[in-house]
Nanobody, 121 residues
Framework: QVQLVESGGGWVEPGGSLRLSCAAS????????MGWYRQAPGNQRESVAR???????VYAASVKGRFTISRDNAKNTLYLQMNSLKHEDTAVYYC???????????????WGQGTQVTVSS
């Protein structure tokens, strides 16, 4: 199994930007769907965005228009560009591989440490 390591989180003022990276220990070219998730304190983990090998993207309504998911197969890296950040975006962000199984998109890999994003003024 390819290991995924998140990085790029930090503290930012509302309205600011961050770019998160998800570095894979091996090739991601064969992974059809990858995505970002986040979990705020006291909340369940939620899907933020996903992307297919054909660059088809889907975003949660709460981040659409502000976040951009992308992948660079040559660098074995998944990215999440986060703009116009809000207090509500504060969470630990995780990446994972997804599968489409029985009509649902499911995270199929193990969860890493994630990277903390804190938006505050």
């Amino acid at each position: 199994q390819v290991q995924l390591v998140e990085s790029g989180g930090g503290w930012v003022e509302p309205g600011g930007s961050l770019r998160l990276s998800c570095a894979a220990s091996g090739s991601i070219s064969s992974i059809n769907i990858m995505g970002w998730y986040r979990q705020a304190p006291g909340n369940q983990r939620e899907s933020v965005a996903r992307i297919t090998s054909g660059d088809i993207t889907v975003y949660a309504a709460s981040v659409k228009g502000r976040f951009t998911i992308s992948r660079d197969n040559a660098k074995n890296t998944l990215y999440l560009q986060m703009n116009s950040l809000k207090h509500e975006d504060t969470a630990v962000y995780y990446c994972n591989r997804l599968i489409y199984y029985n009509g649902r998109y499911l995270a199929s890999g193990s969860w890493g440490q994630g990277t903390q994003v804190t938006v505050s003024s």
